[in-house]
Nanobody
Framework: QAQLVESGGGLVQPGGSLRLSCTAS????????VGWYRQAPGKERELVAQ????????YADSVKGRFAISKDNAKNTCYLQMTSLKQPEDTAVYYC????????WGQGTQVTVSS
């Protein structure tokens, strides 16, 4: 089974930006829809963005216009560009996975939005 490794999180001020990366151990993004999820303390994990194998994107209303998902099939990497970050709603651990064929969850990457 392919492995997923998320990176790029950190501490950012409200209104700031971050770019997250998700790297897969094989070229699965060429063939599957990939999504970015987040889980805030005490809340369920939610899907915030996804990109199909053909490049069609969808976003949760909470991040629409602020987040952008993209991928580089040659690098087996999916990105989440996050802008206009909000405190506290964007603070969470962010994960990537395949919405239609879930793999084991990676360790995620922590994003903390705080002044």
């Amino acid at each position: 089974q392919a492995q997923l490794v998320e990176s790029g999180g950190g501490l950012v001020q409200p209104g700031g930006s971050l770019r997250l990366s998700c790297t897969a151990s094989s070229n699965i993004f060429r063939f599957y829809t990939v999504g970015w999820y987040r889980q805030a303390p005490g809340k369920e994990r939610e899907l915030v963005a996804q990109i199909s194998r053909g490049g069609t994107t969808h976003y949760a209303d909470s991040v629409k216009g602020r987040f952008a998902i993209s991928k580089d099939n040659a690098k087996n990497t999916c990105y989440l560009q996050m802008t206009s970050l909000k405190q506290p709603e964007d603070t969470a651990v962010y994960y990537c996975n395949l919405p239609n064929s879930p793999l084991n969850w990676g360790q995620g990457t922590q994003v903390t939005v705080s002044s």
